[in-house]
């Protein structure tokens, strides 16, 4: 099993590592998002709204607003979770490319199967 990396490409992992926590956090802020925007009760509000369309046009456009808010919302969350996740897939094959596994946030050797020694990409000692 491989126990350093290349230390000419130390940065390399450090910023490869930065850019992939930060897409990880986003993705999951962006998760939380789309959650919150799946349990909201607008489109309730839109039906009834649509209810009350019948003998007013105003609140026929009430009803559609309510229901473009609240797809807009799931959609935007939505597309924001999936790029996270291509940038997170993106970084994980550069990683994959130089014989790190990524699990979660934290970074393994490939040949590590038990995954009993993460690495700190950040400590010289990692580095040969």
Same mark, same amino acid.
């Given at each position: ?28 802020? @962006?998760?939380? #998002?789309?959650?919150?925007?799946? $349990?909201?009760?607008?489109? =309730? ?6 209810? /009350? ?33 291509? @940038?997170?897939? #993106?970084?994980?094959?550069?990683? $994959?490319?130089?014989?790190? =596994? ?6 393994? /050797? ?19």
């Amino acid at each position: 099993m491989q126990s350093h990396l290349a230390a000419n490409l130390k940065s390399d992992f450090q910023q490869h590592y930065r850019r992939f926590e930060e897409h990880y956090d986003k993705g999951h802020s @962006a998760n939380l #998002e789309l959650k919150q925007a799946k $349990s909201s009760r607008v489109w =309730m509000i839109a039906v009834l709204a649509l209810l /009350f369309s019948m003998s007013s046009d105003f609140f026929l456009g009430a009803a559609a607003a309510m229901f473009g808010v609240y797809f807009y919302r799931i959609v935007s969350a939505y597309m924001q979770r999936a790029q996270s996740e291509d @940038a997170m897939e #993106e970084i994980e094959r550069w990683f $994959s490319a130089k014989g790190l =596994m990524l699990q979660d946030k934290t970074p393994f /050797f490939k040949g590590d199967d038990q995954l009993e020694n993460p690495l700190n990409l950040f400590e010289d000692r990692v580095y040969q």
